[in-house]
Nanobody, 123 residues
Framework: QGQLVESGGGLVQAGGSLRLSCTAS????????MAWFRQAPGKEREFVAA????????TYVDSVKGRFTISRDNEKNTVYLQMDAMKPEDTAVYYC????????????????WGQGTQVTVSL
């Protein structure tokens, strides 16, 4: 899948919003399911959300359902994570990941990763 570059992280107050972006360098982006994971200090990497190649298939971890929205623009080779009603427990480094074909939720299933972007939610 080539290089994945995330952007959009930062500091936000509880209840606020951020939108993360992840742009792929490969023109074959449309053939890859995409996902967002996060890792807080001292914790394992956690699945957050995934989206199918077409954008129709979506899945989320329970803790973000109703607050986060994953989407993609295949014309721009970009996947997004809109985060609303954020909580301090959302604080983590967020990573986008790609895998050929279908949605999965385990990190081991993904072959390409971005460098990560820090998201910090303050009280």
């Amino acid at each position: 899948q080539g290089q994945l570059v995330e952007s959009g992280g930062g500091l936000v107050q509880a209840g606020g919003s951020l939108r993360l972006s992840c742009t792929a360098s490969e023109p074959t982006f449309i053939h890859y399911a995409m996902a967002w994971f996060r890792q807080a200090p001292g914790k394992e990497r956690e699945f957050v959300a995934a989206i199918s190649r077409s954008g129709v298939g979506l899945t989320y971890v329970d803790s973000v359902k109703g607050r986060f929205t994953i989407s993609r623009d295949n014309e721009k080779n970009t996947v997004y994570l809109q985060m609303d009603a954020m909580k301090p427990e959302d604080t983590a480094v967020y990573y986008c990941a790609a895998r050929f074909r279908g949605i999965e939720t385990s990190p081991e299933s993904f072959t390409s990763w971005g460098q990560g972007t820090q998201v910090t939610v303050s009280l």
